[in-house]
C-alpha cells in the first residue's frame, strides 16, 4: 500500500515520527512517503498518491498543527484513512473528534504492530469504528529496522549544532523509549507508566551509520531521559564513540539523575557529550513538590553546576506559570538563569511557558486544593483541561511574554537582550519597579554550544508555523512541559 507520513513539528529536528515508522513500513513491503509540514507543504498529489496518512503528534505543538492538518485531509474526497501516533494520541482521539471516521487508529506507546495491522487492512472496507491504542512493549531492548529518510529534506535542512562558528549537521535518534518516572504534569507517564523500553544497540548503532554517512557531525539523542537506564547508557555512547569517535552528542537528563550519576558524567563527556537538557521548571520547592520532580532548587543549582565544571554546556527547560506560582516565584526564575550564567543558555520561549493539563493528566486525576479551585472545565482548543490562575495579573503576563518572546525569537535578538526584555515585562506585569539582574558568575571563554532550533514540545505554535498551514490566528491556550 502507499503510505504518506506526516509531521508538523519536531524540536527542528528530522523527525523520529516518520522515519521510524517509515522504515518498519518499508520492510513490510509497503511504498512509504514521508513530509515534514515544518519545512515543504502539504502537496494535493500526495493525499491523491496515499492509501492511508500517517500523522505523528509527539508533543503539544505537532498536534496543535496537526489539528489543521486535519482539516485538510478531511476536507478531501474521498478521506483518506488516518493513523495517528504518538505522546499526544490520545489528546488526538478527543481533538480530531468528528473527524475520524471508521478504521482510522489514534495510538500511543510502541505503536510498530498496530501500524502495521492498521496498514495491512487499508485495500479493506472500513469496519470497525474509530480506535483509541495505548500500547506498551517489553522491557527487553526493541529491534527496529534502521531509520528510513523516505524523501525528507537533508539534514542541512534542519537543525544544527552551533560552537562559536562552527556548525554541525544534527541527526536524531532514540536510545530508549518511555520514562521510569511519573512527573504529574508530563505526558509520558499517562502512556507509559513509569515504564521505559531500552532500543536494541544493534538498532542504535545502525541508526547513527545512517546519519553520519548523510553527514552528521553531531547525535540528538531524543529519549525523555537518557539515563533511564544508566548502564545501557553508558553502553551506546562507548559503542558509538568507539564506532565514529568524532562525534558529539546532546541528551535529556532529569535533575535528580544527573546528581544521582554525577561520577558517570566524566566517562560521557570524554566519549562526546557536550550538552545537556534537563528540566529545571521551577526553582519554586512548592511547585516542584506538586510535580513530583523529585530536585529541589537547590538540587538544580548543584546539576548545572556539575555539569559547568566538566565542560559539558546546561540548556534548562522552565514552566514558569502553574496555578501555584506566586509573583515572588517568577522572579526568583529570573534571578537563578542571572546568578548561574544561564541567560545566554534559556530561548526565550522558556520563559512563557504555561502548565497544560491534557487528557488523563495525572494532576488533574489527583488535584490538591490550589488546583481544584484554579480548574475550569474542558477546553477542545487545548484539547484538555483549562485553568485560570487566582491572580488574574499572572494570567495577563504569561499571555504577554509568549507574544513577547515570539516577537523576540523573530526579531533575532541574543539571549541577554531577550532576558533583559523579558525581565522587563515580568516585574512590570507584576507591579515591581524595574531592577538590574543580578551579578552573573564568570563566564568561560570558550564558545558554549547550542542547537539551533529554540522552540520546544511544549511551546504553542508560532503564528508563522501556523501561517505556513495557511490557517489563521491561534487560539488563547496554555503551553505544557515534559521532561
Request: aromatic share 4%; glycine share 8%.
Given at each position: 500500500?502507499?503510505?504518506?507520513?506526516?509531521?508538523?513539528y519536531?524540536?527542528?529536528?528530522?523527525?523520529?515520527?516518520?522515519?521510524?515508522?517509515?522504515?518498519?513500513?518499508?520492510?513490510?513491503?509497503h511504498?512509504?512517503?514521508a513530509?515534514?509540514?515544518?519545512?515543504?507543504?502539504?502537496?494535493e498529489?500526495d493525499?491523491?498518491w496515499?492509501?492511508?496518512?500517517?500523522?505523528?503528534?509527539?508533543?503539544?505543538?505537532?498536534?496543535?498543527?496537526?489539528?489543521?492538518?486535519?482539516?485538510r485531509?478531511?476536507?478531501?474526497?474521498?478521506?483518506?484513512?488516518?493513523?495517528?501516533?504518538?505522546?499526544?494520541a490520545?489528546a488526538a482521539?478527543?481533538?480530531?473528534?468528528?473527524?475520524?471516521?471508521?478504521?482510522?487508529?489514534?495510538?500511543?506507546?510502541?505503536?510498530g504492530p498496530a501500524?502495521?495491522?492498521?496498514?495491512?487492512?487499508?485495500e479493506l472496507?472500513?469496519?470497525?469504528?474509530?480506535?483509541?491504542?495505548?500500547?506498551?512493549?517489553?522491557?527487553?531492548?526493541?529491534?527496529?529496522?534502521?531509520q528510513?529518510?523516505?524523501?525528507?529534506?537533508?539534514?542541512?535542512?534542519?537543525?544544527?549544532?552551533?560552537?562559536?562558528?562552527?556548525?554541525?549537521?544534527?541527526?536524531t535518534?532514540?536510545?530508549?523509549?518511555g520514562?521510569?518516572h511519573?512527573?504529574?504534569?508530563?505526558?509520558?507517564?499517562?502512556?507509559?507508566?513509569?515504564?521505559?523500553?531500552p532500543?536494541?544497540?544493534?538498532?542504535?548503532?545502525?541508526?547513527?551509520?545512517?546519519?553520519?554517512?548523510?553527514?552528521?557531525?553531531?547525535?540528538?539523542?531524543?529519549d525523555?531521559?537518557?539515563?533511564n537506564?544508566?548502564?545501557?547508557?553508558?553502553?551506546?555512547?562507548?559503542?558509538?564513540?568507539?564506532?565514529h569517535?568524532?562525534?558529539?552528542?546532546d541528551?535529556?537528563?532529569?535533575?535528580?539523575?544527573?546528581?544521582?550519576?554525577r561520577?558517570?558524567?566524566?566517562?560521557?563527556?570524554?566519549?562526546?557529550?557536550?550538552?545537556?537538557?534537563?528540566?529545571?521548571?521551577?526553582?519554586?520547592?512548592?511547585?516542584?513538590?506538586?510535580?513530583?520532580?523529585?530536585?529541589t532548587?537547590?538540587?538544580?543549582v548543584?546539576a548545572?553546576?556539575?555539569l559547568?565544571?566538566l565542560?559539558?554546556e546546561?540548556?534548562?527547560?522552565?514552566?514558569?506559570?502553574?496555578?501555584?506560582?506566586?509573583?515572588e516565584d517568577l522572579?526568583?526564575?529570573?534571578?537563578f538563569?542571572a546568578?548561574?550564567?544561564?541567560?545566554?543558555?534559556?530561548?526565550?520561549?522558556?520563559?512563557?511557558?504555561?502548565?497544560?493539563?491534557?487528557?488523563?493528566?495525572?494532576?488533574?486525576?489527583?488535584?490538591?486544593?490550589?488546583?481544584a479551585?484554579?480548574?475550569?472545565?474542558e477546553?477542545?482548543?487545548i484539547?484538555g483541561?483549562?485553568?485560570?490562575?487566582?491572580?488574574?495579573?499572572?494570567?495577563?503576563?504569561q499571555?504577554?511574554?509568549?507574544?513577547?518572546a515570539?516577537?523576540?525569537?523573530?526579531?533575532?535578538?541574543?539571549?541577554?537582550?531577550?532576558?533583559?526584555?523579558?525581565?522587563?515585562?515580568?516585574?512590570?506585569?507584576?507591579?515591581?519597579?524595574?531592577?538590574p539582574?543580578?551579578?552573573s558568575?564568570p563566564?568561560?571563554?570558550?564558545p558554549?554550544?547550542?542547537?539551533s532550533?529554540?522552540?520546544?514540545?511544549c511551546?504553542?505554535?508560532?503564528?508563522?508555523?501556523?501561517?505556513?498551514?495557511?490557517?489563521?490566528?491561534p487560539?488563547?491556550a496554555?503551553?505544557?512541559?515534559?521532561?
Amino acid at each position: 500500500m502507499n503510505i504518506l507520513l506526516v509531521s508538523t513539528y519536531e524540536l527542528g529536528t528530522r523527525p523520529l515520527g516518520c522515519t521510524v515508522p517509515a522504515a518498519l513500513l518499508a520492510e513490510a513491503g509497503h511504498a512509504a512517503k514521508a513530509v515534514d509540514l515544518s519545512l515543504e507543504p502539504l502537496d494535493e498529489g500526495d493525499l491523491s498518491w496515499a492509501d492511508g496518512v500517517v500523522l505523528s503528534v509527539p508533543m503539544h505543538t505537532a498536534l496543535r498543527l496537526g489539528m489543521r492538518v486535519l482539516e485538510r485531509i478531511a476536507a478531501t474526497s474521498p478521506r483518506v484513512p488516518l493513523f495517528v501516533h504518538g505522546l499526544y494520541a490520545d489528546a488526538a482521539a478527543d481533538a480530531f473528534g468528528e473527524h475520524l471516521v471508521p478504521g482510522d487508529v489514534c495510538a500511543a506507546g510502541e505503536v510498530g504492530p498496530a501500524l502495521l495491522a492498521w496498514a495491512a487492512t487499508l485495500e479493506l472496507p472500513a469496519s470497525r469504528p474509530p480506535q483509541r491504542l495505548r500500547v506498551l512493549g517489553s522491557s527487553k531492548p526493541g529491534h527496529r529496522p534502521a531509520q528510513v529518510r523516505a524523501g525528507l529534506p537533508g539534514l542541512e535542512r534542519y537543525a544544527s549544532l552551533q560552537v562559536g562558528d562552527d556548525r554541525r549537521l544534527v541527526g536524531t535518534l532514540e536510545t530508549t523509549s518511555g520514562c521510569n518516572h511519573r512527573c504529574r504534569h508530563c505526558p509520558i507517564p499517562v502512556i507509559y507508566g513509569g515504564r521505559s523500553r531500552p532500543v536494541a544497540l544493534d538498532s542504535v548503532l545502525a541508526d547513527a551509520d545512517v546519519l553520519v554517512a548523510e553527514g552528521a557531525a553531531h547525535l540528538h539523542l531524543a529519549d525523555p531521559d537518557f539515563l533511564n537506564r544508566p548502564a545501557h547508557a553508558r553502553a551506546v555512547l562507548e559503542a558509538l564513540s568507539r564506532r565514529h569517535p568524532a562525534l558529539t552528542f546532546d541528551a535529556t537528563v532529569k535533575v535528580s539523575h544527573i546528581l544521582r550519576h554525577r561520577e558517570l558524567f566524566s566517562e560521557l563527556a570524554a566519549r562526546g557529550l557536550v550538552l545537556v537538557t534537563t528540566a529545571v521548571e521551577s526553582t519554586s520547592d512548592v511547585v516542584l513538590a506538586r510535580l513530583d520532580k523529585r530536585h529541589t532548587r537547590a538540587d538544580a543549582v548543584s546539576a548545572v553546576r556539575w555539569l559547568r565544571s566538566l565542560s559539558i554546556e546546561v540548556r534548562p527547560s522552565l514552566l514558569p506559570f502553574t496555578p501555584w506560582s506566586t509573583a515572588e516565584d517568577l522572579l526568583d526564575l529570573l534571578d537563578f538563569v542571572a546568578e548561574e550564567d544561564l541567560i545566554e543558555s534559556v530561548d526565550a520561549v522558556q520563559y512563557g511557558i504555561r502548565l497544560l493539563l491534557p487528557p488523563g493528566s495525572l494532576l488533574v486525576a489527583d488535584p490538591d486544593p490550589v488546583l481544584a479551585a484554579s480548574l475550569v472545565g474542558e477546553d477542545p482548543a487545548i484539547p484538555g483541561t483549562a485553568w485560570r490562575h487566582r491572580d488574574p495579573a499572572i494570567d495577563d503576563l504569561q499571555a504577554n511574554v509568549a507574544v513577547l518572546a515570539e516577537q523576540l525569537e523573530q526579531s533575532g535578538a541574543g539571549g541577554r537582550e531577550a532576558y533583559e526584555a523579558i525581565r522587563a515585562a515580568y516585574r512590570s506585569g507584576l507591579g515591581r519597579p524595574p531592577t538590574p539582574p543580578p551579578p552573573s558568575p564568570p563566564g568561560t571563554a570558550a564558545p558554549r554550544p547550542r542547537l539551533s532550533e529554540s522552540w520546544f514540545c511544549c511551546a504553542e505554535p508560532t503564528q508563522a508555523q501556523l501561517s505556513a498551514l495557511g490557517a489563521g490566528e491561534p487560539e488563547t491556550a496554555g503551553c505544557d512541559a515534559g521532561g
